[in-house]
């Protein structure tokens, strides 16, 4: 079991940038098959990225070419860096983790079990 937990939600303006981090919380266990969703008020989850055992990633059509998904394996952490953002980009975001060592990149939420608390991204002005 891997439990992971998101840092990094901040107040941004838009055009500007931001990294969300997504660690393993008290456990050695390696992070693998990752994946961030959203959530913004009023509205549905949505994945937006993912990234497998092997890095291969994927991103939703609303993030490709302004966000993308990394792995430190140094540090046991995947990030969300987060660039040109817009004031649509505010939501909770949140990152996932499959059950064991599964290799996929999936951007669908049902894909996961355990999730994270989720952090606030709030784009404005």
């Known amino acids: 079991q891997v439990q992971p937990v998101e840092s990094g939600g901040d107040l941004v303006q838009p055009g500007g940038s931001l990294r969300l981090s997504c660690a393993a919380s008290g456990s050695t266990s390696d992070l693998y098959a990752v994946g961030w969703f959203r959530q913004a008020p009023g509205k549905e989850r949505e994945g937006i990225a993912c990234?497998?055992?092997?890095?291969?990633?994927g991103y939703a059509d609303s993030v490709q070419g302004r966000f993308a998904i990394t792995r430190d394996y140094a540090k046991n952490t995947v990030y969300l860096q987060m660039n040109n953002l817009k004031p649509e980009d505010t939501a909770v975001y949140y990152c996932?983790?499959?059950?064991?060592?599964?290799?996929?990149?999936?951007?669908?939420?049902?894909?996961?079990?355990?999730w994270g608390q989720g952090t606030q991204v709030t784009v404005s002005s």
């Open positions: 996932a983790t499959p059950s064991g060592f599964v290799n996929y990149c999936s951007i669908v939420s049902g894909s996961y079990v355990y």
């Open positions: 990234i497998s055992t092997n890095d291969n990633t």
